[in-house]
């Protein structure tokens, strides 16, 4: 199947409505409605992989969308999303496949959309990474099993932290430039980010506030030279390998440690 002229009636649509409206008939029962449902998919992967950039950020206005709606009313609203989240996961994984540099510059929004679709309940039992294993590609995300903090580097050098367990989110300026890689000491405490085009890695220490009540904060306790990274597809790593060092893996295959 293909979308005839796609390219000339795009810009004269609601790319939200539509979605939402394939994504409707993408998730109707395919015992009855294969046919239908089937034509719905293709075309998601198609609009998909036409605009990629526009369906990331048509989907994450949905959550605020839904987000906001939930303050105004009394009743429970179900998001057309999560009715429609094995496709909106499927959506994704395919993005990040074919198109992950889009990905890598709306990675914040990206998130937005999996917290919302995924069953956070799982993280009892389960890192981040199970519930969409995808994101293994994705070295500016971190997740902490052991504070349920996931940590996102956004193209700007802005992080965001989601503290999933009580769905409070913050933000800091850590870098200047896109962050290629993140990642939280096995205790939480800290979380060390790396930013090639800065030619940076800074550690950031969480802050619990007065007997851990309110907001934990992030202060930055480092900040030190690091190599830049040439390649724009391939990201270098950052794992901690003790309690206060670390190695950054470039893609070339260097190592460097870095103590804090
Ligand atoms: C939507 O609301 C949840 C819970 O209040 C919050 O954690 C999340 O960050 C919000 N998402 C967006 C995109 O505003
Ligand atoms: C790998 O890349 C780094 C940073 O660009 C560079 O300093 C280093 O010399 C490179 N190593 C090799 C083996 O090419």
Not at 19 to 33: Q, S
Request: glycine fraction near 4%.
């Amino acid at each position: 199947m293909k979308l005839l002229g796609f390219a000339l009636w795009q810009p004269h649509l609601d790319l939200s409505k539509l979605l939402l409206g394939l994504l409707e008939l993408a998730a109707l029962d395919e015992t009855k409605n294969t046919e239908i449902a089937l034509i719905a998919k293709n075309s998601l992967s198609l609009i998909a992989s036409f605009c990629p950039k526009a369906v990331i950020i048509a989907l994450s206005k949905e959550v605020i969308r839904y987000n906001s709606s939930l303050q105004t009313t009394q009743i429970p609203l179900v998001s057309p999303l999560i009715a429609s989240k094995t496709d909106v996961l499927r959506i994704i994984e395919q993005l990040i496949e074919n198109h992950y540099v889009d990905v890598v510059e709306l990675v914040i929004p990206v998130c937005d959309v999996l917290i919302h679709c995924l069953d956070l309940q799982l993280l009892k039992h389960q890192n981040f990474h199970d519930l969409f294993p995808p994101i293994s590609k994705l070295y500016m995300i971190a997740f902490c099993p052991a504070t349920k903090k996931l940590a996102i580097g956004g193209n700007n050098g802005a992080i965001v932290i989601h503290e999933l367990k009580n769905m409070k989110s913050q933000t800091i300026q850590a870098h200047n430039n896109l962050i290629s890689s993140i990642a939280f000491s096995s205790d939480g405490k800290f979380l060390a980010v790396y930013a090639s085009k800065d030619a940076k890695i800074t550690i950031w220490q969480t802050h619990q506030s007065f007997l851990g009540m309110g907001q934990s904060q992030m202060k930055l306790i480092k900040s030190m030279a690091a190599p830049i990274e040439i390649s724009e597809t391939v990201h270098a790593r950052l794992v901690w390998i003790g309690a206060k060092m670390l190695k950054l893996l470039l893609s070339n295959g260097t190592e460097s440690i870095i103590q804090i």
